[in-house]
Nanobody
Framework: QVQFVESGGGMVQAGGSLRISCADS????????IGWFRQAPGKQRELVAA???????SYADSVKGRFTISRDNAKNTVSLQMNSLKPEDTAVYYC?????????????WGQGTLVTVSS
């Protein structure tokens, strides 16, 4: 019954920055480990960043050093700060809980937010 809502996407030039945010309409993101995923056309959805309930973070090698995932518990959101963006980062970005599950229920995905990086 949890539905995630992503916001903040847009169009940016290569080398630019963007911050996207995640909230949910159910239990609240603070109760779960949260991951940011992305999916580009013709590609599988991939996990790019994750944060535990305790604040530990992990990143895919492709974004390490450029992206930062963080929590704002007062606002009950999880954000992804994306710096030094590359055209390869262009994708629809999604958030979800328990990012290391082998399968995440279809009805738990939100619409995502589109990030387009131009060269």
């Amino acid at each position: 019954q949890v539905q995630f809502v992503e916001s903040g996407g847009g169009m940016v030039q290569a080398g630019g920055s963007l911050r996207i945010s995640c909230a949910d309409s159910g239990d609240g993101v603070s109760r779960y480990a949260i991951g940011w995923f992305r999916q580009a056309p013709g590609k599988q959805r991939e996990l790019v960043a994750a944060i535990s309930t305790g604040g530990s973070t992990s990143y895919a090698d492709s974004v390490k050093g450029r992206f930062t995932i963080s929590r704002d518990n007062a606002k009950n959101t999880v954000s992804l700060q994306m710096n030094s963006l590359k055209p390869e980062d262009t994708a629809v970005y999604y958030c979800n809980r328990d990012p290391f599950r082998g399968y995440i229920p279809l009805n738990s995905w939100g619409q995502g937010t589109l990030v387009t990086v131009s060269s």
